[in-house]
């Protein structure tokens, strides 16, 4: 039994050495490297920056990128083996490499590779690259990150930043040909969720050109933020795209300093033509004249011009609106009519005043579609001068446009607005001593027989209105126009038995801003004309003291031419 135990035993133990021997051999055959393996290199497009600036971790396996990522077609590499032991920088002068050029789905494969450390550079960029991705050294095949076994197929991912192109804005005025200075504008790059505003304050140069390099592949788009003076704004999202045909920068020997854009090749062909602002003027009686003068309740006539812009996008206009504001000494008389481009146009609703209304606002609310296509409206109303006027005083006539193009609201005034005014004249009827005449009747008149009549009307002397001096000789006639007129005596005075005579010649005088006050502003009076009348020559009544005494006279004369003649017959 011993004997049998014994040999049990050293069986056991020779066993035991045996497997000691050979258990690191097989460990070794366990862990052997491959003799070849496969490097693929994934060509990576960072334009919107997915990586956030961090190197992608490179430890061979295949990775899970983000789902805005993309990759390369074209991207050459050179694949150099060099020393297992080498490190960067290598010197490769000497060494023949292997070619590849990703495909596209940016992979360059690099099959069969033996076993060992390669250095892998980028030799020819794809389309639009600027930023190679930086040389590196890669193990094929690559111990697995678990460290227990070989991995023959080396995934890497290099990155490259691309800044693809440039391009040009180009703002004109409404010509449509002549660029527009002072015009600015943001830079949006379209993302999920909130876009990105990218540049901000750009603004045109003399020839109306904004220029923007640094643009990645992508979707854009510009918004108008301020216009120059006298322009409107359009915030109108202008977009464009890039792509990596629009690569506009120069990428030789991979130097940052080659990043210039190159004009011949920036991106053009945006353009956004800008509405000069709607301009509004106003006349009165004729177009381009500021003044004129009336008798009271005699229509004027205001004739209003107003630009019509260049719709941009008429689903973005807002309103379009005219108001004219006139004082109480004006009277809206109606008769209005409103022409597009010279004919007649209807599409607006009139409000704010009816005829025969003292004071108030016409408003004049334009149907913005009715009107696209149009490039000028002019406007004509009536309103005549009341009782209300002091005379002399200037009467304005305001007229607004408020023009609202979606994005900004705008108004325009007439700076100098028209103006309107009547005037008067007092008199007195005096006589030579310089005292009143009480009574006297005049009727006025102009040019050849328009005589005045109670309303103020022009018409015949027999229906014409009749002023009478009050009882210190004055009368005054108020609500003519500026003018020269005349005033026909047809009734002298009689004072006190004094008859006295009619005027030899009507009386001429002149209507002015001075004629009735002599300082408006203050309401100085002016001194009334003074009207003179000269009493009547009357021989004595029959039958009087005075016929006697000539009588007698008579006689007396009579009686010496008698006894003159007798003597000298003798």
């Known amino acids: 039994m011993t004997k049998r135990i014994r040999k049990i035993a050293g069986f056991l133990m020779g066993l035991f050495m045996v497997l000691s021997i050979m258990a690191p051999s097989m460990a070794m055959a366990a862990t052997a490297r491959p003799e070849t393996g496969n490097l693929h290199i994934h060509k990576v497009q ?3 920056d997915p990586f956030n600036d961090e190197l992608i971790d490179n430890d061979g396996l295949t990775k899970d990128l983000p789902a805005d990522s993309a990759f390369l077609e074209g991207a050459e590499f050179s694949v150099y083996k060099v020393a297992d032991d080498a490190e960067l920088p290598v010197n490769i002068s000497g060494l023949t490499p ?6 596209g789905n940016g992979l360059a494969l690099f099959n069969n590779l033996a076993k060992g450390r390669y250095y892998v550079t980028e030799t020819n960029p794809p389309k639009g690259v600027v930023e190679y991705s930086p040389p590196f050294l890669v193990d094929v095949p690559m111990m697995h990150p678990d460290g227990d076994s070989w991995n023959s197929d080396v995934h890497v991912y290099p990155k490259n930043q691309l800044i693809l192109g440039a391009v040009e804005l180009t703002k004109l005025k409404e010509d449509g040909e002549t660029g527009l200075a002072g015009a600015t504008f943001s830079l949006y790059r379209v993302q999920e969720g909130d876009d990105e505003e990218i540049a901000t304050g750009l603004i045109t140069d003399a020839n109306g050109n904004i220029s923007v390099g640094d643009l990645v592949v992508g979707s854009y788009y510009f918004v108008e933020t301020a216009a120059p003076a006298g322009y409107g704004l359009d915030q109108t999202p202008i977009p464009f795209e890039v792509t990596k045909d629009d690569h506009a920068y120069g990428v030789g020997n991979n130097s940052a300093d080659e990043n210039v854009i190159d004009e011949k090749i920036i991106r053009e062909g945006i353009e956004l033509v800008n509405d000069d602002l709607p301009e509004i003027d106003k006349s009165v009686t004729e177009q381009g004249q500021d003044e004129d003068t009336g008798d009271f309740f005699e229509n004027l006539t205001w004739i209003i011009r107003s630009d019509v812009p260049n719709f941009i996008d008429t689903e973005n206009l807002v309103s379009y609106i005219i108001r004219d504001t006139f004082g109480p000494e004006l009277t809206y008389a109606g008769n209005l009519v409103v022409e597009a481009d010279g004919a ?15 004071g108030g606002t016409l408003e004049l609310d334009f149907d913005i579609n009715a009107l696209d296509g149009f490039d000028e409206l002019v406007i004509s109303f009536d309103t005549f001068i009341n009782e209300n006027a002091v005379m002399g005083m200037d009467y304005e006539n305001n007229v607004t446009l408020t023009y609202n193009n979606g994005f900004e609201e705008y108004t325009d005034t007439e700076e100098n607005p028209p103006v309107v005014h009547t005037g008067g004249k007092a008199f007195e009827k005096v006589n030579k001593e310089g005292e009143g005449l009480p009574d006297a009747e005049f009727l006025l008149y102009k040019g050849e027989g328009q005589y005045l009549q109670p309303d103020y009307s022009w018409g015949a002397k027999a229906t014409a209105w009749t002023f009478v001096s009050d009882a210190d000789g004055y009368f005054e006639i108020k609500g003519l126009a500026y003018g020269q007129y005349f005033l026909e005596e047809i009734k002298a005075p009689e004072v006190d038995g004094i008859q006295y005579r009619l005027l030899d010649n009507d009386y001429e005088f002149t209507v ?4 009735y006050y002599s300082n408006v502003a203050d309401l100085v009076a ?10 009547e020559i009357t021989l004595p009544q029959t039958g009087g003291v005075g016929t006697l005494v000539f ?12 006894k003159l003649y007798k003597k000298s017959e003798k």
Do not use: C, K
């Open 551 to 562: 009588s007698i006279i008579g006689l007396g004369l009579m009686g010496s031419s008698v």
């Open 344 to 358: 007649a146009f209807t599409d607006f609703t009139a409000s704010g005043v009816t005829v025969g209304q003292e």
């Open 98 to 103: 292997i070619v590849e050029e990703t495909d």
């Open 526 to 535: 002016a001194d009334p004309a003074e009207i003179e009348n000269s009493p």
């Open 46 to 48: 960072t334009n919107y």
């Open 512 to 515: 002015n801003a001075n004629s």
